[in-house]
């Protein structure tokens, strides 16, 4: 049988194209996707099945699912500040319980993008965003700005299928109708297919940012010989095509989240945008990674108000990114549990951190062995959503679809087991109250 | 199910004509019924003021403008912070309060009806998923066509039934209610960061105007026998002078017959249309000419978008004009174009009474209400969070009701409003009886709800009831508003669907609300037409496939879906 119409749930691209055929319960074809949403949908090792150890160094014994989800919900009931960590690599319906559970034991909920578009969330609530979907840039865009990202590794259907290459009703000649600007600190294989590559010293995105802003708004005697390594000229050709375009698209990754100046260097970035708006039509957009981790942070707003970060230990959410952030709560070793699911903090997080959660108890909730596996003294395997279970994701562009089942399996969903592990804390602490 | 009698109640029911009758309310399986029997529960209203549960025929409440005004704004969501319950989840925000205060702040004014202003059909799942969740209330909500490719390719070559075609394929796509036209080919103009600039200034690209936009979706909506007229965002809002487009709108509906008991067209926030003048000096109120015109014409109705004083989250399908009001006023400034449909534009703002500007918009909106005769014309909304927060209503009630209460207003705002408003020599005060009609009767009638039990008290009817502590026959409305106003913040009791859901302003149940949609068969080769254009419009320029973008019934939950037919 072949499904078509299939949603990839690997990255941000969300592709919704895809055509995988199924012979007998197994996935036997991916067709149109990339290489690395292939892969995931091919599938690979999965725990078999949920595990418990109490010495983090020492084996794991298979458990059953009951005994480790009530295992989970003890130690989620009895303790004073869990952090509840990941929500990315699953579908909303999962993250909505999430919230929940996280009220329910009073516990602060953290979403990856803690480590990665954190600070685009700062840059948002300084400046706003001024976006749209990615079908509009398709159409539209005559000026492609790659900022910090590097899409023919991290995204790679996201030229072909949304920026660079794909026709649109204006940009009717693809390729051709546009101009495609990268601002990277390395020339890197995007930059490699651009018609401008300005290469920014690192950590120096702010001040070219600011140069860039400087001479859009004509005030370029003000701007030095170069900045940030780049030389004025260049920085004037760049200005003069942005402030040109019809409609300009900027695209902007790690490189500009992560670096020296991390949400400052949004808000400028966002400031370029609004104010080259009084020329053309522009638009910014961040390229988030994990296919819907842009839904956690829908769900996560329209639940508590706040995008992420969220602290619900005073019974009503409270959010401080700097001290509700997962590496904020660990490094100040706050943390007295913590809860990973659909994420993987084991990987990403600075070794202060990983330190603090190799002395609490540890839940990992994934359908793979991660880094996060190795610090946990549970774990509980799951579906993989979106090939072995339907669900809401969010592109990056905020357009939310449905995941397409493609294979049955024994496997419990994410929302299954936080669904009993709510219903167990709440009978544990309805005991204790 | 069980059974409730409601005695004693001073009851207003302008869909039943019934204006202050003390009488008994019997309700049966979240009906309401002809008599009870002994086992009903009896609350006893000792005479109090009894509604049907307030109806909000256009606030927005969901979907992702919504979302990101609170992503925008965490300032917003620490305000009016309350901790979960057992029974409640937390409370978050003022002018973009999460999901859950959403419904319950409904629910404690005595609401239990209201409808997203603005759907675009390639977000609706967002906006149903936000729908979803928003406790107590029932809802629905209007779907944007106003920008949309589809159906100006249609106008422009003149195939009305393929028209017809798309809208019903576009309600049912999002699970909408209603046609609602947001500054007509102002959207896609905005795609290349323009406007059009009247109703005759042709959208760029696509060689139609805002006029043939509006006269089409107009006359194939009624052809459509929709529950709801079109609701129509006029072009040119927030520009001094825009009266004169607001006028020339309504004139394009003027000979269109409407298809059901109820207008034609409606209006939205006139407030934010109903301005004199050529530049922010001289900016003048126009509601005099504005409300002329309602008092000569019965086919139309508006709704007020009054101005509140303090924070407010602008947000609208009209792009265009939240980037000037964002550039003019320095604010923060959000986008969400969305591709082949439409945009929009969320800004943060605080309005004030010193500014003169701000307090010709606060009298515009009262002006509206207080000018036009006829109470059914003109819904009570603020335009929910454009004008203010909905939580407000109970003040813009108390304002309509009393002289000395906008008078008590009046002393805070800029002296030089008066110069060019109406409003300080106004004397009108409307009675229980107007406001019953203002807040939840003619917004039930203009959407076409009542049908489906809503807005009314009649046999038949959804038991939707809020009782006000407040007994009518002892109360001066025009001298006790601060009284009238605690009253209608928070309800004795709000009954919904036969449940007491809220008592003294706390949530006691929390049921989830239905939603209304409806679909509309198209029997004709405009619907092969229609298909064979679309198919093309997703092959080529939309960035998801056809197969995956219309709302899944796993999002609407709890439909109420009303058939219709084109003829
Ligand atoms: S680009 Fe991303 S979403 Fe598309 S197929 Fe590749 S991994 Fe999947
Ligand atoms: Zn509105």
Not at chain 2, 346 to 367: D, F, K, N, R
Not at chain 2, 374 to 384: G, K
């Amino acid at each position: 049988m072949i499904i078509k119409d299939v949603l990839c749930p690997f990255c941000g691209c969300l592709c919704d194209d895809l055509a995988v055929e199924v012979v007998d319960n197994k996935v036997v074809d991916v067709k149109h996707a990339c290489k690395i949403g292939a892969s995931k949908i091919r599938g690979h090792d999965r725990i078999k099945a949920p595990m418990m150890r109490d010495d983090k160094k020492g084996e794991f014994r298979e458990v059953s699912y009951d005994e480790a989800i009530n295992e989970s919900a003890k130690i989620l009931a009895n303790s004073k500040r869990p952090l509840l960590y990941g929500w990315a690599s699953g579908v909303c319906e999962m993250m909505k319980k999430g919230v929940l559970l996280t009220e329910e034991v009073g516990g602060i909920i953290d979403n990856t993008a803690s480590v990665c578009h954190g600070p685009s969330a700062l840059g948002v609530h300084e400046k706003g965003l001024p976006t749209g979907t990615l079908g509009q840039f398709a159409n539209r865009a005559d000026v492609v700005v790659f900022w910090g990202c590097n899409p023919v590794q991290a995204h790679p259907r996201h030229m072909g299928r949304y920026s660079v290459f794909t026709k649109g009703f204006f940009a009717n000649k693809g390729r051709r109708s546009r101009k495609v600007v990268v601002f990277d600190v390395r020339k890197t294989d995007t930059a490699n297919l651009a018609d401008e590559y300005v290469q920014v010293n690192p950590g120096e995105d702010y001040m070219v940012l600011s140069a860039l802003r400087a001479i859009v708004a004509e005030k370029g005697d003000v701007v030095p010989e170069t900045v940030g390594g780049v030389p004025k000229e260049k920085l004037v050709e760049v200005a003069e095509t942005m402030k040109g375009a019809q409609f300009g698209i900027v695209y902007f990754g790690m490189g500009l989240t992560q670096s020296r100046g991390k949400y400052k260097n949004i808000d400028n970035a966002v400031s370029l945008v609004t104010e080259l708006n009084a020329h053309g039509k522009h638009s910014i957009i961040p390229m988030r990674g994990h296919y819907n981790v842009t839904g956690f942070g829908q769900v996560c707003a329209w639940e508590t108000g706040f995008v992420n970060a969220v602290d619900m230990s005073r019974g009503y959410p409270y959010y401080n990114p700097g001290e509700t952030c997962s590496n904020d709560l660990l490094m100040r070793e706050e943390i007295d549990a913590a809860f990973i699911i659909a994420g993987d903090a084991g990987a990403h997080f600075p070794a202060q951190s990983i330190a603090r959660m190799g002395k609490v108890p540890v839940i990992n909730i994934d359908p793979f062995h991660s880094a996060s596996t190795e610090m946990a003294n549970i774990v509980i395997p799951t579906k993989v959503s979106g090939v072995e279970l339907e669900g809401t994701a969010y592109r990056m562009d905020g357009v939310s679809l449905r995941m397409r089942k493609l294979v049955d399996v024994d496997f419990p969903s994410d929302e299954e087991v936080l669904d009993k592990i709510i219903a167990k804390v709440q009978e544990i602490k309805g005991a204790s109250s | 199910m069980s059974e409730m009698l409601i005695k004693n109640a001073t009851v207003y029911d302008p869909i039943n004509g019934v204006n202050g009758d003390l009488m008994d309310i019997a309700v049966k399986d979240g009906k309401i019924v002809d008599s009870a029997s002994g086992s009903a529960q009896v609350i006893d209203a000792g005479g109090r003021l009894v509604y049907p549960g307030g109806v909000d025929a256009h606030s927005h409440i969901a979907g992702s403008k919504v979302n990101i005004g609170r992503i925008m704004r965490p300032e917003d969501s620490r305000l009016g912070l309350k901790a979960r319950t057992k029974l409640t989840r937390a409370y978050t925000g003022y002018t973009v309060p999460n999901v859950y205060a959403m419904g319950y702040r409904y629910a404690e004014m005595g609401y239990t009806t209201a409808f997203e202003a603005a759907i675009p059909i390639l977000k609706a799942r967002h906006t149903h998923e936000e729908l979803e969740e928003i406790p107590i209330i029932d809802k629905g909500g209007l779907t944007l066509f106003g920008s949309n490719w589809m159906v100006m390719d249609a106008i422009r070559e003149n195939d009305q039934d393929r028209l017809a075609a798309y809208v019903a394929w576009g309600l049912l796509a999002s699970r909408g209610w209603g046609v609602k036209i947001v500054n007509p080919g102002g959207g896609e103009a905005w795609g290349f960061g323009k406007n059009v600039s009247g109703l005759d200034d042709p959208v760029p690209n696509f060689e139609v105007t805002p006029r043939q936009i509006i006269r089409n979706l107009a006359e194939v909506n009624e052809k459509m026998n929709l529950p709801h007229s079109i609701h129509l965002h006029c072009n040119n809002l927030g520009k001094p002078g825009n009266y004169e487009t607001t006028l020339a709108s309504f004139d394009i509906c003027k000979d269109i017959k409407a298809s059901r008991d109820r207008q034609s067209l409606h209006v939205t926030h006139v407030q934010f249309n109903s301005w004199g003048g050529n530049h922010w000096g001289d900016m003048e109120s126009k509601s005099d000419a504005i409300a002329d015109y309602l008092n000569k014409n019965d086919f139309l109705t508006i709704d007020m978008g009054q101005l509140v004083f303090g924070s407010a989250t602008t947000m609208t399908a009209d792009g265009p004009v939240q980037y000037a009001n964002a550039r003019l006023l320095k604010a923060r400034w959000s986008n969400g174009d969305v591709e082949l449909e439409d945009t929009s534009g969320v800004t943060p703002l605080e309005y004030h009474p010193q500014s003169y500007i701000h307090g010709i918009m606060w009298a515009i909106g009262l002006e509206l209400a207080l000018l036009t005769k006829d109470p059914w014309q003109v819904l009570m909304t603020t335009d929910h969070p454009n004008g203010g927060p909905y939580v407000n209503y109970p003040m813009v009630m108390t304002m309509l009701m009393s002289k000395k209460r906008r008078e008590k207003e009046m002393a805070k705002i800029a002296e030089k409003t008066f110069e060019r408003t109406s409003i300080a020599g106004i004397d009108r005060e409307l009675d229980w009886y107007d406001i019953a009609i203002k807040t939840r009767a003619a917004h039930a009638k203009v959407l076409g709800i009542i049908e489906q039990g809503k807005g009314h008290l009649g046999v038949g009817a959804d038991a939707d009831i809020a009782i006000y502590d407040i007994k009518p026959d002892e109360t001066d409305a025009t001298v006790e508003f601060d009284k009238v106003e605690a009253a209608f913040r928070r309800s004795a009791y709000t009954i919904k669907g036969g449940e007491v859901v809220a008592r003294d302003g706390e949530i006691t149940a929390t049921p989830m609300g239905r939603t209304f949609w409806v679909r509309t068969k198209v029997d004709n080769d405009g619907y092969g037409r229609m298909m064979d254009d679309l198919k093309l419009k997703f092959k080529n320029y939309y960035s998801v496939n056809m197969a995956n973008y219309m709302v899944q019934d796993e999002y609407v939950e709890r439909p109420v879906v009303v058939d219709t037919e084109y003829k």
